[in-house]
């Protein structure tokens, strides 16, 4: 079984930076793509950036200039890097990932962001 542990979360004022990170305990040939959602209180959760085992990202547009998903494999993780943070950017993000050959899905536990005015 997959787990996914996230940590870097936290309360930052706008214009800010944070850094998120999740690693996984499969093996690095296991995990295909990997991605990061958010859930805003009173709305669905969404996709915020993808990224390919190969490296390939792609990115709402309501971040785009601003987050920076990245993976390395060898340590099993993937980060965010989310720069300019507003407070619509405000959500518990979550950390997914699939397995490369049974496409399985697995989800983290989530870890809030709060960006204050």
């Known amino acids: 079984q997959v787990q996914l542990v996230e940590s870097g979360g936290g309360l930052v004022q706008a214009g800010g930076s944070l850094r998120l990170s999740c690693a996984h305990s499969?093996?690095?040939?296991?995990?295909?793509?990997m991605a990061w959602y958010r859930q805003a209180p009173g709305k669905q959760r969404e996709l915020v950036a993808s990224?390919?085992?190969?490296?390939?990202?792609n990115y709402a547009d309501s971040v785009k200039g601003r987050f920076t998903i990245s993976r390395d494999n060898a340590a099993n993780t993937v980060y965010l890097a989310m720069n300019g943070l507003k407070p619509e950017d405000t959500a518990v993000y979550y950390c997914?990932?699939?397995?490369?050959?049974?496409?399985?899905?697995?989800w983290g536990q989530g870890t809030q962001v709060t960006v204050s005015s």
């Open positions: 990224i390919t085992r190969g490296g390939s990202t």
């Open positions: 499969g093996s690095t040939f296991s995990i295909g793509a």
């Open positions: 997914y990932a699939r397995h490369f050959l049974t496409h399985y899905d697995y």
